[in-house]
């Protein structure tokens, strides 16, 4: 009984965590919010050179062949920077369910150019948890027509995986797909609407006649967005320590008034239970399938719960500071404000926890 | 991240849960107040002779005389809260480890075996009305008289002082040395003329804590622990060895399935509680907060059993665990709605009203054992680093 991180996963967040601390400072952040091209092709050529683009895909396809927890950690690292790049859709969610569901063909086409970091790939499957708007794809024989809300990395993808209304899932590679990107408030990673006329598609043939390929890629999706989030609160949260040592008013600086440092507290003892709870349900995924949906639904939730906590409350900390574009903190609030709508409000995925214990 | 017990470990609860099966219907109830009864006490001897209580103590002094081992501590407790029994006890988890460590050879023996028997039972002589989170401001005096200490002075938040054989208490008895340097570890019985105990009846209705008066108290030189001005020392070194005892997580969990029962059989107006989305989404935020705890507390007690110093994931244990099973109460009472506010013997009352008792229970939990006023400055000074409050001038 050992729960805990081994020291080669310790190390490659460490390695993540480096390499993004020096290719994605805030600078860069904010370019790439206004110029995504050049300042992320530099981020994701790097971290594809540290193996993170191929992290969960088996050697015989080019990657490293590592599991849901090495890929939480390596999200994780990514939340606490910020990192304006792919991964959650383009490098977890596709990797898994093409080597789960995917033929010998779709794998050999697709999986070493992701591994490489090539080509990204984008996740279309919104309408599959909660349909907004004119959401809605249709199929008919080997095409695809309607419009994808709310697609993961869509903005930047050559190919997308789009979820039909019977849970089939289906690549539809680019030049058969129109793209027009949503702003949120988040601009470091793209989420865009996506239009298909007749699109050609090759269904995955493992989810021809199941569900469980599309159950098991949602899963994976909500635990990065927890683990993102987890990263993107703990800097705040290190952010707001930080600050409060600093800060002076009344002479004292600021950490020693009992009322910022119980802001403090309050937000460590919310958010380091998380670390154990995202580190399980990544676990759960490979080592405990009759629980990994309850947990990847409680996880999402749950860090979607205390990361709006502690997204406020280390804003607070910051006192007038904390609300300026000058500071920049707004980057990981709206980092975590996003993060808790994508793939299933708290509300809507507490619903499906309830559902998974037999309850509704 | 490897889950599984190895087969020692296995082995281990297989036996217990053999054990279990085969003695549990001589388990007394789980919780009863003032002294323990026969069967109280011929239980924890057949734990003790089994190796469930008492565990680490040597055989020298009646315990088992097995090694420290945090997983067995671990699959004790958790197999006798599933199985709902009355898990054994280390006589008192305070004083015991105390003795152990810092007593003489004649007061481990005169102390530990009838305390592990059950037939010596403890209080804790330490809050005073004046000291409560400052407790090291405490003014409860003894001075030396000849062969004997003698007390005055009123400690306060006594739990189980009117059962109780022995109190261990903290009293000053060097008032020209700074706070915690004037203080000492005095224990006695509480047959000792000059003691009296007044119940504090608190909300529920019951008497768990008392007032203790000591007017002229004598007791024998020798009934220190440590030396004298150094009983604050001595009382701070078991706290090392305690684990987060208040807000286990593993209490919650069991709580925690024990309303999933009320809600999928009490109804309202002929709906079952678990068919509303409103109390359902209020379950299931319990329920997520839950496994947040159970997976910390499982991080907690590896670090603990690679003898690593745990950090934050420790610190915050009592806060979180006390205020969840407040939570937990709170939505058991609001799922009951008008039945949950039922007491006493009321008709249509459910779960004997121990709902409202932990409701209100909890809270003392909450303020008790460092309030979690006091669990956020020890958050924030110890696990963060951030600066203690400057002291008052006219400290």
């Given at each position: 009984m050992d729960f805990g991180l081994t020291e080669e996963q310790v190390m490659l967040q460490d390695s993540v965590s480096g390499f993004l601390a020096s290719a994605a400072p805030l600078e860069v952040v904010r370019q790439a919010a206004d110029d995504r091209e050049t300042q992320v092709a530099a981020i994701a050529q790097g971290l594809a050179e540290l193996g993170v683009s191929g992290l969960l895909i088996e050697e015989d396809f080019g990657g490293v062949g590592l599991g849901m927890l090495e890929a939480a950690l390596v999200q994780e690292a990514l939340g606490f920077a910020v990192a304006p790049v792919a991964f959650t859709a383009s490098h977890v969610m596709v990797p898994t369910v093409l080597q789960m569901a995917g033929s010998d063909a779709q794998k050999d086409e697709w999986l070493p150019r992701l591994s490489s970091g090539e080509v990204v790939a984008g996740v279309a499957v919104t309408e599959q948890i909660g349909r907004r708007d004119s959401g809605g794809i249709s199929i008919g024989g080997d095409s695809l027509s309607g419009q994808a809300m709310f697609v993961l990395e869509g903005a930047d993808a050559q190919v997308l995986l789009v979820a039909d209304q019977g849970g089939g899932l289906h690549l539809v590679e680019a030049g058969d797909f129109e793209v027009v990107p949503l702003k949120t408030i988040d601009r470091t990673r793209s989420v865009a609407k996506i239009e298909f006329n007749n699109a050609t598609t090759q269904l995955l043939p493992g989810s021809s006649d199941s569900r469980e390929p599309l159950l098991q890629m949602i899963d994976a999706g909500r635990i990065m967005l927890a683990a993102d989030t987890l990263g993107a609160a703990q800097h705040m949260l290190d952010r707001s320590i930080a600050y409060a040592q600093e800060r002076k008013q009344f002479d004292r600086v600021i950490g020693s008034f009992q009322a910022v440092k119980h802001m403090c507290a309050e937000m460590a003892a919310q958010l380091e239970p998380c670390r154990s709870m995202v580190w399980y349900a990544a676990h759960a995924m490979h080592a405990v399938p009759e629980e990994s949906r309850l947990m990847a639904c409680h996880t999402k939730a749950h860090l979607a719960e205390v990361g709006r906590f502690v997204a406020r409350t280390a804003t607070e900390v910051h006192g007038g500071m904390g609300m300026t574009d000058l500071l920049g903190l707004h980057y990981w609030f709206k980092r975590i404000g996003v993060n808790r709508q994508l793939l299933g409000t708290p509300e809507l995925v507490r619903e499906e926890a309830a559902a998974v214990q037999g309850w509704v | 991240m490897d889950l599984a017990y190895s087969e020692k470990y296995q082995g281990f609860r297989e036996e217990l849960r053999g054990f279990l099966t085969a003695h549990g219907d001589k388990s007394p109830p789980p919780y009863e107040r003032g002294k323990p009864s026969e069967q109280a006490v011929a239980w924890q001897q057949l734990l003790i002779e089994h190796g469930y209580a008492a565990r680490t103590i040597p055989k020298v002094y009646g315990?088992?005389?097995?090694?420290?081992?945090v997983l067995e501590a671990h699959i004790i407790a958790e197999e006798f809260a599933r199985a709902g029994v009355r898990a054994g006890h280390d006589g008192d988890n305070r004083l015991v480890p105390t003795v152990l460590e810092l007593g003489t050879e004649a007061q481990k023996e005169w102390l530990i075996p009838p305390s592990i028997r059950g037939e010596m039972n403890w209080c804790q002589g330490y809050s005073e009305p004046g000291s409560g989170s400052d407790l090291a401001s405490l003014s409860t005096k003894a001075e030396l008289d000849g062969e004997e200490w003698v007390i005055n002075g009123q400690k306060i938040w006594t739990s189980g002082a009117q059962h109780a054989d022995m109190m261990f208490c903290l009293v000053r008895t060097e008032p020209d040395a700074p706070k915690h340097n004037g203080i000492s570890y005095l224990i006695f019985s509480m047959?000792?003329?000059g003691i009296d105990v007044r119940p504090l009846v608190t909300m529920t209705g019951e008497a768990i804590f008392n007032e203790v008066f000591f007017t002229d108290v004598r007791v024998p030189k020798d009934q220190i622990i440590g030396r004298r001005g150094e009983g604050w020392f001595v009382a701070n070194n078991t706290l090392k060895h305690e684990r987060g005892g208040l807000g286990d997580p593993n209490q919650a969990e069991s709580r925690f399935h024990h309303i999933v029962e009320i809600m999928h059989n009490e109804t309202i107006d002929g709906q079952r509680l678990i068919d509303s989305p409103v109390y359902r989404d209020r379950l299931l935020k319990l329920q997520g907060e839950m496994l947040a705890q159970k997976f910390n507390g499982m991080r907690v007690l590896s670090h603990f059993a690679k003898d690593e110093e745990p950090g934050l994931p420790r610190w915050i244990v009592k806060l979180n665990g006390c205020e969840m099973n407040h939570q937990m109460a709170a939505m058991a009472i609001d799922a009951l709605g008008e039945l949950g506010v039922l007491y006493d013997?009321?008709?249509?009352?459910?779960?004997?009203?121990v709902w409202q008792q932990r409701y209100m229970l909890d809270l003392g939990l909450i303020i008790g054992g460092g309030t979690a006023q006091i669990q956020k400055n020890m958050i924030g000074e110890r696990a963060l680093g951030l600066p203690k409050e400057p002291k008052a001038n006219s400290d």
């Open positions: - | 315990g088992y005389g097995a090694q420290p081992d047959d000792t003329p013997d009321s008709p249509h009352l459910r779960d004997e009203g």
